[in-house]
T-cell receptor, first 115, second 114 residues
Framework: DTEVTQTPKHLVMGMTNKKSLKCEQHMGHRAMYWYKQKAKKPPELMFVYSYEKLSINESVPSRFSPECPNSSLLNLHLHALQPEDSALYLC??????????????FGPGTRLTVT | DAKTTQPTSMDCAEGRAANLPCNHSTISGNEYVYWYRQIHSQGPQYIIHGLKNNETNEMASLIITEDRKSSTLILPHATLRDTAVYYCIVRVAYSGGSNYKLTFGKGTLLTVNP
């Protein structure tokens, strides 16, 4: 099973709402990632978790709060977002040990619209 | 990670081989060449990677020049479903810290025409 699942597929939220994006994988990967992708742009890394601990935060605003409750799950909690945060949010996973490769497997993404 | 240069777009006829070039003249000895693609509105998909030798899998072949300053991804028999943005990325492949990062460039939009 090389699948990364993400829910929901689409999300519309107001600027005062609180919502969460969810990501799950069952490949035994111990590194998980959140990327943000604006229209017609390449994906940009937001966060990396390694062995359930936050390893990289790419200076992401605090209105985005990641959480890794266990080795299979990754959440992204959203609060007080701005319309410019509307984007495709991608989750990925990989082995945590970079041994000749470490390819990342991506989910289908959550299309977020902030109104 | 080394910077890569790819053409903005390419066209290919269905059934023909698609050859996607990538320049990475500043690649270091411990950096691998990775290829991912992203079909419209989907998550990126890993295709192949290599260090020095040419590599082949069920999806594609990767040809790396002897000086490692450039590479070519080959899709041997392109289909309409291969229409996507193809990203060439060079990065180290050892554990630790920022080495988890995968930095996407602008990629090449490959359009396969019937």
């Amino acid at each position: 099973d090389t699948e990364v699942t993400q829910t929901p597929k689409h999300l519309v939220m107001g600027m005062t709402n609180k919502k969460s994006l969810k990501c799950e994988q069952h490949m035994g990967h111990r590194a998980m990632y959140w990327y943000k992708q604006k229209a017609k742009k390449p994906p940009e890394l937001m966060f990396v978790y390694s062995y359930e601990k936050l390893s990289i935060n790419e200076s992401v605003p605090s209105r985005f709060s990641p959480e890794c409750p266990n080795s299979s799950l990754l959440n992204l909690h959203l609060h007080a977002l701005q319309p410019e945060d509307s984007a495709l949010y991608l989750c990925a996973s990989s082995q945590a040990r970079l041994v000749r490769g470490n390819e990342q497997y991506f989910g289908p993404g959550t299309r977020l619209t902030v109104t | 990670d080394a910077k890569t240069t790819q053409p903005t777009s390419m066209d290919c006829a269905e059934g023909r081989a698609a050859n996607l070039p990538c320049n990475h003249s500043t690649i270091s000895g411990n950096e691998y060449v990775y290829w991912y693609r992203q079909i419209h509105s989907q998550g990126p998909q890993y295709i192949i990677h290599g260090l020095k030798n040419n590599e082949t899998n069920e999806m594609a072949s990767l040809i790396i020049t002897e000086d490692r300053k450039s590479s070519t991804l080959i899709l041997p028999h392109a289909t309409l479903r291969d229409t996507a943005v193809y990203y060439c990325i060079v990065r180290v492949a050892y554990s630790g810290g920022s080495n988890y990062k995968l930095t996407f460039g602008k990629g090449t939009l490959l359009t396969v025409n019937p």
